[in-house]
């Protein structure tokens, strides 16, 4: 059962780091589906930012945190290493898995694809 639940959000001045976390993607076939990241901010579009596919590896990152966010995977839990935060990475994240089985690499991820959803962790950065 895939129930998901981030953590690790919060507020942060512009330069500064946050390590967001999400558990409850179960045990059983997780490397099999998309997972990743992404953020919504108010009037604004959910928004895909980073995502990765265990079974070969790929990730894609989105061109706004490419080069600052880092995904990762252990032990079926879910991490956002976010660097260099800027004022507009203030959003509310969540992590997501999508609803079929696959790489789903073949297209820029889009929320409407990824079927499960943790409640979402907010993140504000002050300049």
């Known amino acids: 059962q895939v129930q998901l639940a981030e953590s690790g959000g919060g507020s942060v001045q512009a330069g500064g780091s946050l390590r967001l976390s999400c558990a409850g993607f179960g045990v059983t076939y997780y490397s099999s589906f998309c997972m990743g990241w992404f953020r919504q901010a108010p009037g604004k579009e959910r928004e895909g930012i980073a995502i990765?596919?265990?079974?070969?590896?790929n990730i894609f990152y989105a061109d706004s945190v490419n080069g600052r966010f880092t995904i990762s995977e252990d032990n079926a839990k879910l991490f956002l290493q976010m660097n260099s935060l800027r004022p507009e990475d203030t959003a509310m994240y969540y992590c997501?898995?999508?609803?079929?089985?696959?790489?789903?690499?073949?297209?820029?991820?889009?929320?409407?694809?990824?079927?499960?959803w943790g409640q979402g962790t907010q993140v504000t950065v002050s300049s």
């Open positions: 997501a898995r999508h609803s079929y089985a696959g790489n789903c690499m073949n297209r820029r991820p889009k929320a409407a694809d990824f079927g499960y």
């Open positions: 990765i596919y265990l079974r070969d590896g």
